[in-house]
């Protein structure tokens, strides 16, 4: 009878066991930090050992609680633009090296190993400030036919490059963009800006023409395998004065007139994306938004270089809560306004933490789908530009000499490893969770599962003092996957942020942020 009893209860704990080990699961982490006095990266995405479920933080900071069944936005990707002058600097990589350059596209673009599985590709229709000489894709005069339309040699490097990242990531999303009509499409027959006055003739026959040649661009792409998902109408259309590079002023009324005749001739194949241009003007828009039919855009593309980017986002939102966002443009530049491509990481903490607060994920806390820097490739000249373009310390993604010939010699910046923080963990197709905060021990905390009641990043005041204003925190979730994700910055340089996760009564744990920092996590849904 007693060797029963022992068997009953030892049977009786192996099963408890199990079924507790059946009911524990593991969160995966990735850190980076950064030196408070020098911004200089300490750990890179490095990662840490495994969270267990139902682990404890210090007593206090903060509580997470994720709703997956909230959505907010849908995640459309993460990615750079590639102008001529970063295709040439691929192109020629490839000719010295074909092992180098598939390496180098590895890293950029695939989801295996240390790839950043980068998936957007911005790039221009015709030379940009990037570009190695003036054209557009028909620069014969009055051809108002477009029978002389044709991507130019150095767009074609744009296209062999596109072709052999396709292979890298067949997901890849293209959004295309003119820095200019053609020349003989414009006042004054010239493609560089020079005035607000060198706009779009006004005749209707050049608007079908340029509706056309946006047509036209889409099928030429196809045929080289390549499927274009988004057109923006116009680089900044609100930068008509410059006298260094193509432009063209575009205003609202202009984009309104020209929408709907590109949306028609695109045939849904492809979307547009309204205004790309900065967050100083969201009048723009709006106005083409509300004075073009339902269906013409599909978004609001903006930049980083002006405005602040959680006032526009938030009106734009509150307008047009149905139509998405992205941010398509953002550079930097190396230090003290000399190309040095040895200080693409210099002062990291402060660009990553700027970056990650404006255009990454703080604009995803502000309804941002995307997000897109916009060099992806440069020599060790920061180049090659036109002639008289005087930004020549434009800090890449990646630099890569002319004398390239190993790993080392490649340069991977600071933007690379912001971007990655989101390209490498958020699958195209991810939902925003929903976020709720609520300051531990607080009293009269909020609990409501609405994420735009109190999001991360509001200050909060809990009973020991911790101020949640240094932390942005968003979660994701991937319906396919089941994959949960938690990306969160301490943007404290001194102290340390407790905080307390828990998505339903499925997954609870706390976990400690280190000052000056920034932590992924990962774990499936069960």
């Not at 490097?157 to 072709?163: A, G």
């Not at 100083?280 to 930049?303: C, E, I, K, N, Q």
């Not at 990650?356 to 897109?372: D, F, Q, R, Y």
Request: glycine content about 8%; hydrophobic content about 35%; some cysteine.
């Amino acid at each position: 009878l007693l060797r029963l009893l022992l068997m009953f209860v030892l049977t009786f704990l192996l099963a408890l066991a199990y079924l507790s080990a059946g009911s524990a699961f593991e969160v995966k982490s990735w850190l980076t930090t950064a030196d408070p006095n020098t911004g200089a990266a300490i750990l890179l995405l490095a990662e840490q050992a495994p969270i267990s479920s139902n682990s404890k933080s210090d007593s206090g900071g903060v509580n997470v609680n994720i709703n997956i069944n909230d959505i907010k936005q849908t995640i459309l990707g993460y990615g750079a633009g590639l102008p001529q002058s970063s295709a040439k600097v691929l192109s020629d990589l490839k000719n010295q090296s074909l092992e180098l350059y598939n390496s180098v596209l590895h890293k950029l673009f695939s989801s295996d190993g240390d790839g950043a599985g980068m998936n957007i590709l911005r790039f221009p229709m015709g030379s940009c400030d990037f570009s190695m000489t003036i054209t557009s894709y028909d620069e014969v005069k009055n051809d108002y036919n477009l029978d002389s339309f044709s991507i130019d040699e150095d767009s074609l490097l744009i296209v062999n490059v596109l072709q052999d990242i396709m292979q890298v990531n067949p997901k890849l999303i293209l959004i295309a963009t003119p820095w200019s009509a053609p020349s003989w499409l414009k006042e004054w027959n010239e493609m560089i800006a020079y005035s607000e006055n060198n706009t779009l003739l006004s005749t209707d026959q050049a608007y079908q023409t340029y509706a056309q040649y946006f047509a036209k661009t889409l099928r030429a792409y196809k045929e080289q395998g390549l499927n274009i998902q988004y057109f923006t109408l116009q680089n900044e259309p609100l930068f008509g004065n410059g006298d260094q590079y193509p432009g063209m002023y575009f205003d609202s009324a202009q984009a309104a007139k020209l929408g709907p005749l590109v949306h028609h001739l695109l045939g849904g194949e492809a979307k547009l994306l309204a205004y790309d241009h900065n967050w100083d003007a969201p009048s723009y828009p709006m106005d083409v938004l509300s004075t073009t039919p339902s269906g013409t855009f599909a978004g609001t593309a903006w930049h980083c270089y002006g405005g602040d980017m959680a006032t526009a986002m938030e009106e734009m939102h509150s307008q047009h809560p149905d139509l998405p966002q992205h941010v398509t443009e953002c550079t930097g530049g190396y230090p003290d306004g000399v190309c040095d491509i040895t200080k693409g990481m210099e002062g990291f903490g402060w660009n990553h933490e700027w970056d990650m607060s404006n255009i990454l994920l703080g604009a995803a806390a502000h309804w941002s789908s995307s997000g897109v820097k916009w060099i992806l490739a440069l020599d060790e000249h920061c180049g090659p530009t036109l002639p008289k373009v005087t930004f020549t310390n434009g800090r890449p993604l990646v630099a890569i000499p002319s004398w390239a010939s190993t790993e080392k010699d490649i340069q991977y910046n600071q933007d690379y490893y912001s971007i990655k923080h989101m390209s490498k963990f958020l699958v195209s197709g991810a939902s925003q969770a929903g976020n709720t905060t609520t300051a531990a021990g607080a009293v009269g905390g909020t609990s409501s599962s609405d994420s735009s009641t109190v999001r991360v990043g509001t200050a909060i005041k809990p009973s020991d003092g911790t101020d949640t204003s240094n932390l942005i925190l968003e979660s994701f979730h991937n319906e396919k996957t089941h994959l949960v994700t938690v990306i969160a910055m301490n943007t404290d340089h001194s102290n340390a942020l407790s905080i307390h996760v828990n998505q339903g009564q499925e997954v609870s744990f706390g976990d400690s942020l280190p000052p000056f920092s920034t932590k992924v996590y990962q774990w499936i849904k069960k």
